[in-house]
Nanobody
Framework: QVQLVESGGGLVQPGGSLGLSCAAS????????MGWYRQAPGKQRELVAT???????NYADSVKGRFTISRDNAKDTVYLQMNSLKPEDTAVYYC????????????WGQGTQVIVSS
């Protein structure tokens, strides 16, 4: 089992940058595929970016070229660097971990709020 704790959310102006972190504990972090999802008010939770245990990345079209996901297995942490932020990026951002070892397991963090507004 793994516990996920996000940090780094806040208020930022349009065009600005913000970095999110997700610290994992309780299991072998390097074996997990990690991701960031977000949920805006009144909308469904959606994929933002993922990074596999082999460091293969994938991005939603809406954030390609603006967001970068990375991981540091020595620190058991996954990051999301967000640049050129837009008001439509406003959402609660959730860290997500998955692993397939016999059975599929997934875990969520508690979320961190990002508000893009002038």
């Amino acid at each position: 089992q793994v516990q996920l704790v996000e940090s780094g959310g806040g208020l930022v102006q349009p065009g600005g940058s913000l970095g999110l972190s997700c610290a994992a504990s309780g299991s072998t972090f390097s074996r997990y595929d990690m991701g960031w999802y977000r949920q805006a008010p009144g909308k469904q939770r959606e994929l933002v970016a993922t990074i596999t245990s082999l460091h293969i990345t994938n991005y939603a079209d809406s954030v390609k070229g603006r967001f970068t996901i990375s991981r540091d297995n020595a620190k058991d942490t996954v990051y999301l660097q967000m640049n050129s932020l837009k008001p439509e990026d406003t959402a609660v951002y959730y860290c997500h971990a998955t692993i397939l070892v016999g059975i599929f397991r997934e875990y969520w963090g508690q979320g961190t709020q990002v508000i893009v507004s002038s």
